[in-house]
């Protein structure tokens, strides 16, 4: 079973910024899907950033500029550097690898709260 642990998350002021990690359980390099997913309340889940087959990366146009998604194959680990952070960017934060191009494996969640 895989296993995925975030980290990271917390109270930050706007303009503000944090470094999520997901820490896996297994080797991540057959992942090719590896990505970031936020959920504010009453709101649906929705793509932050993932890394896809061959490195490409996607972002929300909400987050393009601000966020960075990278990846540790020594670690093991999954990053979302988030710079600039908004009120509107609080919502709890999901780690998701798959080993095509969707989605399969899901962490916890980590809750980022961007308050004054």
């Known amino acids: 079973q895989v296993q995925l642990v975030e980290s990271g998350g917390g109270l930050v002021q706007p303009g503000g910024s944090l470094r999520l990690s997901c820490v896996v359980s297994t080797n991540i390099f057959s992942f090719n899907h590896m990505g970031w997913y936020r959920q504010a309340p009453e709101k649906e889940r929705e793509l932050v950033a993932r890394?896809?087959?061959?490195?490409?990366?996607n972002y929300a146009d909400s987050v393009k500029g601000r966020f960075t998604i990278s990846r540790d194959y020594a670690r093991n680990t999954v990053y979302l550097q988030m710079n600039s952070l908004k009120p509107e960017d609080t919502a709890v934060y999901y780690c998701?690898?798959?080993?095509?191009?969707?989605?399969?494996?899901w962490g916890q969640g980590t809750q980022v709260t961007v308050s004054s």
């Open positions: 890394i896809i087959t061959g490195g490409s990366t």
């Open positions: 998701a690898l798959g080993y095509y191009e969707s989605p399969y494996y």
